[in-house]
């Protein structure tokens, strides 16, 4: 391997991107065409930084189809920071919000929002070790509730909403920090959708949030300047010096998720690759997966070995093989291929196939 050649990176995130973006975001950044510096290097209220901007969110307008009346923001804090941001600004005085645990972010996230109202857990999972999410009727709804949180692919546990649940008047707020944009949007019932952009949309450094417009009003003007959605939307995500840089990497995914043909297309193949992997544990007596059929993750594939010592075998040798970033987060233990939107196909084949080499010898 010489020093530029790539491997496949199955981290969890900061995750792999596609290589056209690199290879273009290492073109311009000598110099921005037609500026003659770089986007690290130019004023974030420059024509050439306003035209960046602008197309990044255009794109997202285009990819997703939401309407006007959302904002599209580029904050920083990362989806941890949105734990707090969304409770201070949408959780009145008196007011309930519902929380659904699905995995330890979801927790954290509701861990957050009690320290600003009252939180309702709606629904949890945890007596099944979050293996599934929740159905639709399990969910046990707050009347009036300010909002419902969900997380919608649980990053750690690898399991997904299928489809996300109705809220009935009460807006659902998404943490899609690790399944933005890998399947079309189905905003009828959503009032927020939020994700650090490292999973799926970018590198690390920004935090994209879709809120409906009403909603971004609600907070307080007591609130602190940068942590209050109004005061970022009345500036176009720069009442201070935005992460110039990874807005614009968050642009060039935009522009390679239209030509691969948007959102529908993307989440053909991320099916297909999800679909290679699941079958190749479900084929095997060896592989055992972790996640409940119909709750599985079409980005973070989780599975076991029958012991731990071939975990680490397993890790071990497949990163020897070029296959990086397999061992589950801590906290689960296990393996975990994440497998977003820019990993390749091509990876995944390799996957299956050092898997079932790897059985032949230890099975
Ligand atoms: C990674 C992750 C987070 C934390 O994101 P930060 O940007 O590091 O704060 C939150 N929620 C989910 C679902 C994640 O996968």
Not at 41 to 46: A, D, G, P, V, Y
Not at 120 to 142: G, I, K, M, W, Y
Not at 170 to 191: Q, T, W
Not at 279 to 299: K, N
């Amino acid at each position: 391997m010489s020093s530029t050649d790539r491997i496949f990176n199955f981290s969890a995130g900061p995750a792999v991107l596609p290589e056209p973006v690199l290879a273009q975001a290492q073109q311009d950044l000598m110099s921005l065409p037609g500026v003659g510096m770089s986007v690290l290097e130019i004023s974030h209220r420059s024509a050439a930084f306003d035209r960046i901007l602008e197309h990044a969110e255009a794109d997202l307008r285009e990819l997703t189809g939401i309407g006007d009346d959302y904002h599209v923001l580029f904050l920083q804090g990362g989806a941890s920071q949105q734990f707090a941001m969304v409770p201070m600004n949408l959780l009145g005085p008196g007011a309930v919000a519902d929380y659904t645990l699905t995995g330890s972010w979801a927790k954290k996230a509701a861990a957050e929002a009690k320290k600003f109202g009252t939180v309702n857990v709606c629904a949890s999972t945890e007596s099944d070790s979050f293996t599934r999410v929740p159905a639709q009727d399990e969910l046990n709804l707050t009347p009036g509730a300010a909002y419902v949180h969900l997380t919608s692919n649980n990053t750690i546990c690898g399991t997904e909403w299928p489809a996300l649940p109705a809220t009935g008047d009460a807006p659902l707020v998404v943490d899609a920090s690790s399944d933005f944009l890998s399947r079309p949007i189905d905003s009828a019932g959503a009032g927020l959708i939020y994700g650090g952009a490292q999973k799926n949309l970018g590198p690390a450094g920004v935090t994209l949030v879709i809120i409906r417009k009403d909603l971004a009003e609600r907070g307080s003007e007591s609130l602190p300047a940068t942590l209050r959605y109004a005061t970022a939307a009345k500036h176009g995500s720069r009442y201070n010096t935005p992460p110039v840089f990874a807005i614009y990497l968050v642009g060039l995914v935009m522009r390679w998720l239209k030509a691969q043909g948007g959102l529908a297309a993307i989440e053909t193949v991320n099916r297909r690759k999800a679909s290679l992997l699941y079958e190749a544990i479900d084929g095997s007596d060896f592989y055992r997966g972790t996640a409940e059929p119909e709750s599985r993750s079409l980005m973070n594939v989780t599975f076991r070995l029958p012991t731990e010592e071939l975990e680490a075998r397993f890790v071990t040798e497949a990163s020897a093989a070029g296959l990086s970033g397999l061992k589950g987060h801590r906290s689960v233990g296990g393996q975990r291929a994440s497998i977003y939107n820019a990993f390749p196909e091509a990876g995944v084949a390799a996957l299956v196939e050092f898997m079932g080499a790897f059985e032949q010898k230890n099975g």
